[in-house]
């Protein structure tokens, strides 16, 4: 058994990354400096999309889309129940009601079928979400977008780097969410990005972010203005310089971090595969994941246990594993305002039952990984029936 508990996610951070944050501090630009444009256009660039527009999280870029979506009270928009609730509260944000659809168990995303079954005179936008870094069905999605006259918002906060028939992911959607908390592929503490291929949208972002106002206070400064104009209600969802500084050096090491992550996801499922009572992932064809996450599901017919007793089973291993995600209708708050009891998602409500994250992140050595492969076919062995 390990000594140390194994995170099931963290940073890592070099001297570079900590010297351009300290560059920063010691500048006349704290927040809406140089930083942040440099940011977004190595970002846009990277995803292979027009605009790269910065905010303070992933859950700030979630509303800000919602908004540029133009969702309002009276409007649907469609989701995954397996996911962050952040992914569903940004509709809940600008009023209007997030329905969701239930997973397809192959990907354990957001099934097309699902949506086709879901869709009403008041839906505006369909949010998939590419959990655990595997895209979600896009082509069937923006093909029903584009019948039905919707906007796609991507929720892609697992899937930087992520590839969908040969297609980066933040290039694919009319727009595609990001976040960079320390457990993604790259980190600015708190941080997240909207990138689009469309003008208008990007302009409304900008705006969005920065209290519905049309120029910043830098460019203000730079031309001797004072005068600016709030054109729409925005917030402040603004990421500082120094954070930007954190995410221009972090980026520079994306593929080196997904490269890892794919080496420790094919040494995971090689192990797996070929041990009965645990399910390892499945890839699409036209897949390439950016595994922000290694889920297993728990093949209880083989066991003589359940998930919890097995999810404390690996903790006793000292290997931190977690589970994502508690079905966002499952929620206390989504229980009372919306009426849900359980058992209205079925394919959603099987896998969160089963479903444990084992450590996924790029910093893990080849040892670190031995221990979850040993730890859990302990755990199996030990429950085989
Ligand atoms: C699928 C999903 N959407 C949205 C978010 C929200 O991102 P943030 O934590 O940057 O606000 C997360 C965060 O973990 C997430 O996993």
Redesign the pocket.
Known sequence: MRSTLLPYGRQSLDEADIAAVVDVLRSDWLTTGPKVGEFEEVFAERVGASHAVSFS????A?HAAAFTAGLQPGDEAITTPL??A??ANCVLYQGATPVFADIDPFTLNIDPEQIKSKLTSKTRALLP?DYAGHPADLAAILDLARKHGLIVIE?A??ALGAEYAGKRVGSIADMT?F???P?KHITTG???MVTTNDAKFAETLHRFRNHGISSDARSRQTAGQWHYEMVLLGYNYRLPDFACALGIEQLKKLDANLARRREIAAEYTAAFRELPGVIAPNVRAEANPAWHLYPILVDLGKLTTDRAQFFRALRAENIGVNVHYIPVHLHPYYRDRFGFRGGEFPKAEDAYNRLISLPMFHSMTSGDVKDVIAAVTKVVSSYAR
Do not use: K, P, Q
């Not at 999280?57 to 700030?60: D, F, I, K, L, N």
């Open positions: 999280s992933g859950t700030a979630l996911t962050f952040a992914t979400v929720d906060c697992h969410v976040s960079f908390h457990v708190e941080g997240g």
